[in-house]
């Protein structure tokens, strides 16, 4: 079965400095994985998705995330944090039988001035 | 593109009450999915649909939740009668086809539903 695991449930850093949220799967074949994210009273948006074309992977608003087959990751990373990063930030991961979504827990990023 | 629309954004009502939920769906996305989101559990999908079909609804807790989608632009999620434990935020996303591979969800801002 897939799965996915945040392994952080908050992250905080000072704005300009780098972001690191970290996501490890589960998966018995080649998965497609997502990150989305969920500002305060809003729906998640796709900040970016993973299905085998490249490892590294670019998103909206600067993020971006590695596929790691030997290590099971799929951490988030973003070079400068803004104070507009501030949300819950989602890892999922695509079940191949299904197609249904399999959500993290969230991890929730603080960004302070 | 208006998105995914929900409505309405916030709903209190008393136990026992019946509770409607409404969305739209992107125009000319023809799969639709009710998740609830809670802080002990989650996202949880509840149910979806594809071509207006429901496909899977193996999520829906009890059989006082019923979803319905009688066309390609309009859904449905009712809960009758409501429980204070049905308090969540129920989201709505729709995207193009069945396969995540190629077509991302598009998500709605949702609905916070508080049964007191």
């Known amino acids: 079965a897939q799965s996915v695991t945040q392994l952080d449930s908050h992250v905080s850093v000072s704005e300009g400095t780098p972001v690191l949220l970290r996501c490890n799967y589960s998966?018995?074949?080649?998965?497609?994985l997502f990150w989305y994210v969920q500002h305060p009273n809003k729906g998640l948006q796709l900040l970016l998705k993973?299905?085998?074309?490249?490892?590294l992977v670019k998103g909206i608003n600067g993020f971006e995330a590695e596929f790691k087959k030997s290590e099971t990751s799929f951490h988030l990373t973003k070079p400068s944090a803004h104070m507009s990063d501030a949300a819950e930030y989602f890892c999922?991961?695509?079940?191949?039988?299904?197609?249904?979504?399999?959500f993290g827990t969230g991890t929730r990023l603080q960004v302070f001035p | 593109d208006a998105g995914v629309i929900q409505s309405p954004r916030h709903e209190v009502t008393e136990m026992g009450q019946e509770v409607t939920l409404r969305c739209k769906p992107i125009?000319?996305?023809?799969?639709l999915f009710w998740y609830r989101q809670t802080m002990m559990r989650g996202l949880e999908l509840l149910i979806y649909?594809?071509?207006?079909?429901?496909?899977?609804d193996s999520g829906m807790p009890e059989d006082r939740f019923s979803a319905k989608m009688p066309n390609a632009s309009f859904s449905t999620l009712k809960i009758q009668p409501s429980e204070p434990r049905d308090s969540a935020v129920y989201f709505c996303?729709?995207?193009?086809?069945?396969?995540?591979?190629?077509?991302?969800?598009?998500f709605g801002n949702g609905t916070r539903l508080t049964v007191t």
């Open positions: 996303a729709s995207r193009f086809g069945l396969s995540s591979y190629n077509s991302p969800l598009h």
């Open positions: 125009s000319g996305h023809n799969s």
């Open positions: 999922v991961v695509s079940d191949g039988n299904t197609d249904k979504l399999i």
């Open positions: 998966s018995s074949y080649s998965p497609s």
């Open positions: 649909f594809n071509n207006n079909v429901p496909i899977d």
């Open positions: 993973y299905t085998s074309a490249a490892t």
